[in-house]
């Protein structure tokens, strides 16, 4: 049982991870998607990353999470 508050077990992993900012919210949205919406862990990806062009300057970042359907991101 986790009694660190810096520390949230991750629903995906199992493993314990910081509890920054918005981590509780996260997990809560990742526990709604695989216990009540039906989707597999393993259809789930955090930190999905994406990289885009804005006026000829490139630029990457990382979405929170991501539902795949098969091999491709929704």
């Given at each position: 049982?986790?009694?660190?508050p810096?520390?949230?077990k991750?629903?995906l992993?199992?493993?314990?991870?910081?509890?920054?900012?918005?981590?509780?919210n996260?997990?809560?949205v990742l526990?709604?998607?695989?216990?009540?919406?039906?989707?597999?862990?393993?259809?789930?990806?955090r930190?999905?990353?994406?990289e885009?062009?804005?006026?000829?300057?490139?630029?990457?970042?990382?979405?929170?999470i991501?539902v795949?359907?098969?091999?491709?991101?929704?």
């Amino acid at each position: 049982m986790n009694t660190d508050p810096e520390m949230i077990k991750d629903y995906l992993t199992g493993e314990m991870i910081p509890n920054t900012g918005a981590e509780e919210n996260r997990q809560a949205v990742l526990k709604l998607l695989v216990e009540e919406k039906g989707y597999r862990v393993n259809d789930i990806v955090r930190g999905y990353p994406v990289e885009f062009e804005i006026s000829g300057s490139r630029y990457s970042s990382a979405i929170d999470i991501v539902v795949r359907s098969g091999s491709r991101p929704m």
